[in-house]
C-alpha cells in the first residue's frame, strides 16, 4: 500500500528526524532496537506478548505466581499491563473493604499516591515476579477510558465542569499533574531491566467518554504534539528504557479511496470497544501512525485491531466484507509503515470474540452478540501474517489464567471484572489454556518467535 504523504514533504522529515535521533546503548538486560527489530544484550528478541489489565488488581500473592507461571509456558516474553489505578475520594472507603488496587486518590484538584500494601507494592510485586519467570514489562501511564482512572479522572477535578476530553492534552496543570505521575513511577522502576518500555498512554485518542473539541484532529496534530513533548519528557528522566505511544494505529491518509474510511483518514468515526461493555463513540481518533512513528524519542510504535467492532455496520450476514481480509490488509499497513520508518511496531491489542466454526464474525444487529466467530481460522491468519512480516511482535487481548484461588477462585473486582470459578476476568476475548486449539495457535507463535531469537 502507497504511503500517501508528499514526496518531498516525507523525504524533509526524515531527514530531519535522523539528524535529531541518536542510538543509545543501554545497559545489559535492557531491551532496546536495531532498525525495525528489537534486541536484547545484541541478540533479536522477538516474542509472543500477553495483555493482563487485571494482574496488579488481584489480592494473593500465589495468584500472581501462578499467572506468571502459565504464561512462561505459554512462552510469553513480554507482558502488558496497567501502570495506573486512579480513584475518587468518594470510592476510597469501599475500594478498601473490597481490597482494590489504587496508586492514585483524586479529591479537589489533586491527587495523592498510594505506595502501601493496596497500592504501588502491588504493581512492585508484579514487576519482581515477572523478573522471577523472565518476563519483561510494558507499563502504560494512563487511559484514554475511563477504566481504572483514566485521563478524564484529570480533567473532572482540575477543570470540573470542562466536558471537553482533549484539554487534557494542552492544559498545562494537566499536563503536570501526568507528568507527576510518570515521574513517580518512572523512577521507582527506570534501573529494572524487567521493564520493556513506558507506554504514555493506553489508546489515545480526541474523543473519549467525554466528546472531543472541534480543535483536535490529525490534521492539528494535537496527539502527534503530545507524543513528542511527553515522550521528551520520560527520556529526560531515564535514558535507557525504550518508549511507545500505545495508540491504536490509526492513519491520516490523504488517498481519495480511504476518504471515508474511519480507521485511515484521521477521523475515526467507530463503534470503539470499551472495556466495560459496548457502545457507540463517533469521534476524531486524532492518531496520525506513520508521523508518530518518527518522533525521535518514540523507539517503536503500537498498533490494536477490532475490526469485529470497528465495523459493525458492515459485518452482518450476506455482507462481503470479512473481518480476516481486512486484519490482514490491518497488519500489512502497519508492516510497511514500520519498514519505511526503519523502526518495530508491535501488534498491541487484538481480538474477536466467539469460538464458532463460519469464515466470518457475524454480529447480530442491536444486541452486539457475535455467532460463530472463528477465532480458530482468523486467529491463525492473522497470526501468520504478522509472523510473516516480521515487523515486530504481537500481543493477543487477551490473557487467560485459570485455577486462581483468592477468595475460594470468585471475587467481585470492580465494574464487570470478576474472577469466577478460579478463572481470571473475561470481556469475551480472554484466551484460556482449555481452548486448546486457540491456545495453541500463540504458543506456536511463541515458538516461532524464540527460533528467531538467538
Not at 411 to 432: Q, V
Amino acid at each position: 500500500m502507497r504511503l500517501l504523504l508528499p514526496f518531498l514533504a516525507l523525504v524533509s522529515l526524515f531527514a530531519n528526524v535522523e539528524s535529531a535521533y541518536v542510538k543509545r546503548s543501554v545497559p545489559k538486560g535492557f531491551v532496546t532496537t536495531r532498525g525495525a527489530e528489537f534486541q536484547l544484550d545484541g541478540s533479536p528478541f522477538a516474542f509472543v506478548g500477553a495483555n493482563s489489565y487485571w494482574l496488579p488488581l488481584l489480592t494473593s500473592a500465589l495468584d500472581v505466581d501462578s499467572t506468571f507461571r502459565q504464561m512462561q509456558s505459554a512462552g510469553v516474553k513480554v507482558l502488558r499491563t496497567w501502570g495506573f489505578n486512579a480513584i475518587n475520594a468518594s470510592e476510597l472507603a469501599g475500594a478498601r473493604q473490597s481490597g482494590l488496587t489504587y496508586y492514585q486518590v483524586w479529591n479537589n484538584n489533586d491527587w495523592t499516591l498510594n505506595d502501601g500494601p493496596d497500592g504501588l507494592q502491588r504493581l512492585d510485586h508484579v514487576i519482581e515476579t515477572a523478573a522471577k519467570y523472565d518476563i519483561k514489562v510494558i507499563l502504560a501511564f494512563t487511559n484514554n477510558w475511563v477504566g481504572y482512572g483514566g485521563l478524564e479522572l484529570y480533567v473532572d477535578h482540575i477543570m470540573p465542569g470542562a466536558s471537553i476530553h482533549d484539554v487534557f492534552y494542552t492544559d498545562p496543570r494537566m499536563i503536570a499533574s501526568y507528568q507527576r505521575y510518570v515521574k513517580t513511577i518512572v523512577n521507582r522502576y527506570k534501573n529494572s531491566p524487567t521493564i520493556f518500555a513506558w507506554e504514555m498512554m493506553n489508546e489515545a485518542r480526541c474523543l473519549g467518554d467525554l466528546p472531543s473539541s472541534a480543535g483536535c484532529s490529525a490534521q492539528a496534530g494535537t496527539l502527534s504534539k503530545w507524543y513528542k513533548q511527553q515522550s521528551g519528557f520520560i527520556r529526560s528522566l531515564d535514558a535507557h528504557h525504550m518508549i511507545t505511544t500505545g495508540g491504536e494505529g490509526h492513519f491520516n491518509w490523504k488517498d481519495p479511496a480511504f476518504s471515508s474510511d474511519y480507521n485511515f483518514n484521521g477521523q475515526a468515526m467507530s463503534q470503539v470497544l470499551v472495556r466495560l461493555y459496548l457502545h457507540l463513540v463517533f469521534s476524531q481518533a486524532g492518531e496520525d501512525f506513520d508521523f508518530d512513528l518518527t518522533l525521535p524519542n518514540v523507539d517503536f510504535n503500537t498498533y490494536h485491531m477490532y475490526p469485529q467492532t470497528w465495523y459493525p455496520q458492515l459485518d452482518f450476514p450476506g455482507s462481503n466484507f470479512s473481518v480476516e481480509s481486512w486484519g490482514l490488509f490491518w497488519i500489512d499497513a502497519h508492516a510497511k509503515a514500520a519498514k519505511k520508518a526503519n523502526k518495530p511496531v508491535i501488534l498491541e491489542e487484538f481480538g474477536i470474540t466467539g469460538l464458532g466454526t463460519s469464515q466470518k464474525c457475524v454480529v447480530r444487529p442491536k444486541t452486539n452478540k457475535t455467532s460463530q466467530a472463528n477465532k480458530t481460522k482468523i486467529y491463525p491468519s492473522w497470526v501468520g501474517r504478522a509472523l510473516d512480516t516480521k515487523h515486530g511482535s504481537i500481543m493477543p487481548w487477551q490473557f487467560g489464567a485459570l485455577g486462581l484461588k483468592e477468595n475460594g477462585g470468585n471475587r467481585l473486582i470492580k465494574y464487570a471484572d470478576a474472577l469466577i470459578d478460579g478463572a481470571s476476568p473475561n470481556d469475551g476475548f480472554a484466551i484460556y489454556k482449555n481452548q486448546t486449539a486457540v491456545w495453541n495457535v500463540f504458543t506456536n507463535a511463541a515458538n516461532v518467535q524464540a527460533a528467531r531469537s538467538v
